[in-house]
Antibody, heavy 118, light 106 residues
Framework: EVQLLGSGGGLVQPGGSLRLSCAASGFTFSSSAMSWVRQAPGKGLEWVSAISASGDSTYYADSVKGRFTISRDNSKITLYLQMNSLRAEDTAVYYC???????????WGQGTLVTVSS | EIVLTQSPATLSLSPGERATLSCRASQSVSSYLAWYQQKPGQAPRLLIYDASNRATGIPARFSGSGSGTDFTLTISSLEPEDFAVYYCQQRSTWYTFGQGTKLEIK
């Protein structure tokens, strides 16, 4: 069974930093592209970032480019999202997801809440 | 950026009825469109990919159609567990989602 367990969310002040983790199991992590998608409270879904299976290629939405960094450790079967210079508008539930061979979000983790507030 | 507009915003139907949800793209996305279902407090679940292909384990009552700029998700006969929010998503140019259609019990 595919499992994606997100962690690392919490309350942070504007301008602060946070690192999210997503521990994977039940599939071949090292062969799978991965992604982060967020959802502000009561709002819709927004793609944030993606990374290739090897980690050599990374992609970002314009709204987070230059502030967020996606990475992965295939030996630890874990995906990461380093978030710097956080803003109130970054407040959201952050989901990690498998980016399948068709480039859709095949499976999603349970999400971790990030709140940016003073 | 490709904008996806879903309609209606809310759809009120009864179990057993047929549901038709629409998604319109601001420019052609070919057939690179997916549909997701999200229930309260849960992560989204992939239902349909490439406009008309059901994802693994998705019941046959869910079907998708369309290409170019106009797409439809149809649920042939609503079950109680189908009442949720549905999102369309394109992957033709990066990734964008529609704003969602809430399917509620009438």
């Amino acid at each position: 069974e595919v499992q994606l367990l997100g962690s690392g969310g919490g309350l942070v002040q504007p301008g602060g930093s946070l690192r999210l983790s997503c521990a994977a199991s039940g599939f071949t992590f090292s062969s799978s592209a991965m992604s982060w998608v967020r959802q502000a409270p009561g709002k819709g879904l927004e793609w944030v970032s993606a990374i290739s299976a090897s980690g050599d290629s990374t992609y970002y939405a314009d709204s987070v480019k230059g502030r967020f960094t996606i990475s992965r450790d295939n030996s630890k079967i874990t995906l990461y999202l380093q978030m710097n210079s956080l803003r109130a508008e970054d407040t959201a539930v952050y989901y990690c997801a498998i980016l399948g061979p068709g480039y859709y979000f095949d499976y999603w983790g349970q999400g971790t809440l990030v709140t940016v507030s003073s | 950026e490709i904008v996806l507009t879903q309609s209606p915003a809310t759809l009120s139907l009864s179990p057993g009825e047929r549901a038709t949800l629409s998604c319109r793209a601001s420019q052609s996305v070919s057939s690179y469109l997916a549909w997701y279902q999200q229930k309260p407090g849960q992560a989204p679940r992939l239902l349909i990919y490439d406009a008309s292909n059901r994802a693994t384990g998705i019941p046959a009552r869910f079907s998708g159609s369309g290409s170019g700029t106009d797409f439809t998700l149809t649920i042939s006969s609503l079950e109680p567990e189908d009442f949720a929010v549905y999102y369309c998503q394109q992957r033709s140019t990066w990734y964008t989602f529609g704003q969602g259609t809430k399917l509620e019990i009438k």
